[in-house]
């Protein structure tokens, strides 16, 4: 390519809205353009790496035996009807009417379209299994658009659907699904962690999402170093911090703590360390029964340092579909507003209170926690003596240092950008669809499926998290816009430079090198300081002064400074430098 012919538009500032370095990068090196929120033209360098990420993708795809086919952007409502999506999916589904006043949505996945497909051409266990996969736009109405391409409204996805005859064949699928994304993210050079994610209804080991590694990312990843613990902060197991419950020694004692309404300023004015502590988090649960509402109240306890995890506590039975209560329904319950709460002395109602302990808390003796009177804590707090026992749950969020629950180490926590998922859904789509085959036995059975989605255009922007300086962007080699970039200094004037540039450019090209020659008569701190902002991973400078000498200069985008390279030598240079990067 020469960039004469291509489109190059950089930007000294970023936009006042691109609140992240990636999208102020994107923005700034000519990727994308704003066309409407969440909505981005993909400019033509943006498009050349998307287009390597879906090169990458589909030749896993390929390899691992999907095949690939293209479903429509915009499907008939009646598919989602059926599955019910249509009203669950909330505000983020987008939906459209047709000049005849029919109902579309613009899809944001596809597992009702790929169901409808299998149960109209999968008719036999002989068929399976069979994975399909498509490369599409999707459209999803984010409540908060932003970070450029990473939470855009408008993206493409990689999604993939499996059909298996059993669930030990979709676990199959599964896996497959799963070497599939290891080979993926390491070929696109970036660092990443597969961990077990929350997998809504299904259970077991049903789900894993990819992350890549980046102190911005939204998701924290909890990990164990000395094993192979990994599991996404909203399914990472907490286990008990206290082993064993310690006798009680001090005596339940009302003690006034005027204004002190947070763990941490009881702690300090008792001076006592936080882990004594225990905070009350009151959830109502509303359920209709013969048409009248009925409300169930529940009082959380958390150890005063400890944060609830509301993915583990919505799946408790009974609280499926819990909201925290408001200040009226907590004062009618305990007498108090909050920040003085706890278990002893809840006021007599209707509806007694359900107790539900962290397992940690459940394990405390002598502890603090409020009076459920205003100004007043209890101390030297003991289940059993002072207070009934609770029920007892995992229903904090994993911290640093805590035991791995495969009793192999402990714990740390990294941040990731999700850019893949992989799922299994059982049979939820088929047997809401009616997507059946016929097995051995001539029997009709429910297809087993599995989901596999990566975000193609989500990818970048995590990339780029991971992969910047001061310059610019930094792209790992296999989806740079280009892999080398060649920069002659003055070519329109020496008819050496403009000769030698030639010659490298071509045997570049021959080579299948992906090169970009800049012949737009740049000076050569703007010509570098584009390069170096658009993150191209190697740099040819060619000058007449060294071409006397016989060389050229090379310079990778992370060095610090530039080699001296013979002419004679460079290609083979570049191509065992491009030859190393592509076994990263
Ligand atoms: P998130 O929790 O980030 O909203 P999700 O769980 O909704 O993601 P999936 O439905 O599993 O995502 O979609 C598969 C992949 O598509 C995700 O792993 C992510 O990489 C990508 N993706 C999802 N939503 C967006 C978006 N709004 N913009 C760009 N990529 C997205
Ligand atoms: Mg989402």
Redesign the pocket.
């Known amino acids: 390519m020469r960039a004469k012919r291509f489109f190059i538009s950089t930007l000294k500032e970023a936009p006042a809205d691109a609140e992240i370095i990636s999208h102020q990068l994107m923005m700034r090196a000519g990727m994308i353009k704003r066309l409407g929120s ?1 909505i981005y033209n993909y400019m033509p360098m943006g498009l050349r790496i998307i287009r390597k990420v879906e090169k990458i993708v589909r030749e896993e795809m390929n390899r691992s035996g999907a095949v690939e086919m293209l479903m429509p952007v915009v499907q008939p409502a009646e598919l989602w009807q059926e599955t019910g999506r249509w009203q669950k999916y909330g505000a983020e589904l987008m939906r459209i009417k047709d000049r005849h006043g029919r109902d579309f949505i613009i899809q ?2 596809s597992e009702e379209a790929i169901t409808d497909v299998a149960r109209q051409e999968i008719k036999s266990y002989r068929q399976l299994p069979i994975n399909f996969y498509h490369i599409q736009t ?1 459209f ?1 109405d ?1 409540r908060r ?1 932003r970070f450029g ?5 408008e ?1 493409t ?1 990689k ?1 993939a659907y499996s059909f298996d005859r059993d669930i030990a064949g979709m676990q199959q699928s599964y896996q497959i699904m799963y070497d599939a994304y290891i080979r993926i993210f390491n070929r696109f050079g970036l660092q990443f962690r597969a961990v077990a994610a929350d997998n809504g209804a299904i259970g077991g080991t049903g789900s894993h ?2 992350h890549v590694i980046a102190d911005t990312g ?1 998701d924290a990843l909890v990990y164990c170093p000395t094993s192979d613990y990994a599991a996404n902060m909203e399914a990472a197991e907490a286990v008990t911090l206290i082993s064993e419950r310690a006798a009680a020694s001090a005596a339940l004692t009302k003690t006034a703590t005027p204004g002190k309404a947070k763990c941490e300023d009881v702690a300090a004015l008792l001076g006592i360390p936080l882990q004594n502590t225990v905070k009350s988090i009151v959830l109502t649960v509303e359920t209709e029964e013969k048409g009248q509402i009925q409300k169930q109240v529940w009082m959380l306890l958390l150890r005063g340092d400890h944060e609830l995890n509301e993915i583990k506590v919505g799946k408790i039975p009974g609280l499926a579909n819990y909201r925290f209560s408001t200040e009226d329904e907590i004062v009618e319950h305990f007498g108090t507003p909050p920040g003085y709460l706890g278990p002893i002395n809840i006021l007599p109602s209707k509806c007694p209170v359900k107790v539900l302990a962290d397992r940690t808390v459940a394990m405390m003796s002598d502890f603090v926690c409020g009076a459920n009177q205003v100004d007043f804590h209890f101390t030297g707090v003991n289940w059993g003596r002072d207070v009934a026992e609770p029920m007892v749950a995992d229903i904090r969020n994993v911290v640093a240092g805590d035991p791995s629950p495969d009793g192999k180490g402990v714990l740390a926590i990294q941040r990731g950008i ?4 992989v ?1 299994q859904l059982g049979t939820s789509y088929s047997e809401s669809m009616k997507a059946t085959f016929l097995d051995e036995n001539g029997k009709p059975q429910f297809l087993q499926m599995g989901c596999y ?3 193609i ?3 970048l922007g995590a990339a780029i998290e991971q992969n910047f300086d001061a310059k610019g962007i930094v792209w790992p080699t296999a989806i740079a816009p280009f892999e080398v970039v060649l920069c002659p200094m003055g070519m329109d004037r020496s008819e050496l430079v403009k000769e030698q540039t030639e010659q490298l450019y071509n045997a570049l090209l021959a080579a299948g090198v992906d090169v970009i020659l800049d012949d737009r008569g740049e000076r050569p701190g703007a010509m570098f300081a584009d390069w170096e902002l658009i993150g191209v991973p190697h740099r040819v400078v060619i000058g007449e002064r060294g071409l006397k000498e016989g060389n050229l200069e090379y310079q990778g985008r992370r060095d610090t400074e530039a080699s001296v390279v013979p002419v004679q030598e460079m290609l083979a240079y570049l191509l065992e430098k491009l030859k190393s990067a592509a076994l990263v």
């Open positions: 969440g944001p996945t999707k999803r984010e658009p391409l990473m939470r855009g409204r993206f996805m999604d999402e990819f939204e999700e850019v893949g998922h799922f989605g990566i975000g255009t989500r990818i």
